[in-house]
């Protein structure tokens, strides 16, 4: 078993950049794949970022070139840079590891 606890969200415009923390409860060097979820009222929840153990990453165009997801395995953690926000970037991130453990989740809010 494995905790996730996301921190880093807030409030920022549009333009602007945050980094967000995903610590876990143990080592995730025996998981694969890490990465972060978003989640926003009226939207479908979107996979904005994953990397392999081997640091392998993927994103969708929605975020690709902007977004920039990685793990310290000696510091039991993740990360997701975000830059040049942009309003529709406004959702709820998740951090997940193996697609099996789900953090609590953190508030990005981007104003216009």
């Known amino acids: 078993q494995v905790q996730l606890v996301e921190s880093g969200g807030g409030l920022v415009q549009a333009g602007g950049s945050l980094r967000l923390s995903c610590v876990a409860s143990?080592?995730?060097?025996?998981?694969?794949?890490m990465g972060w979820y978003r989640q926003a009222p009226g939207k479908q929840r979107e996979l904005v970022a994953t990397?392999?153990?081997?640091?392998?990453?993927n994103y969708p165009d929605s975020v690709k070139g902007r977004f920039t997801i990685s793990r310290d395995n000696a510091k039991n953690t993740v990360y997701l840079q975000m830059n040049s926000l942009k309003p529709e970037d406004t959702a709820v991130y998740y951090c997940?590891?193996?697609?099996?453990?789900w953090g609590q989740g953190t508030q990005v809010t981007v104003s216009s």
């Open positions: 143990r080592s995730i060097f025996d998981i694969n794949v």
């Open positions: 997940i590891g193996g697609f099996l453990y």
């Open positions: 990397i392999t153990r081997s640091g392998s990453t």
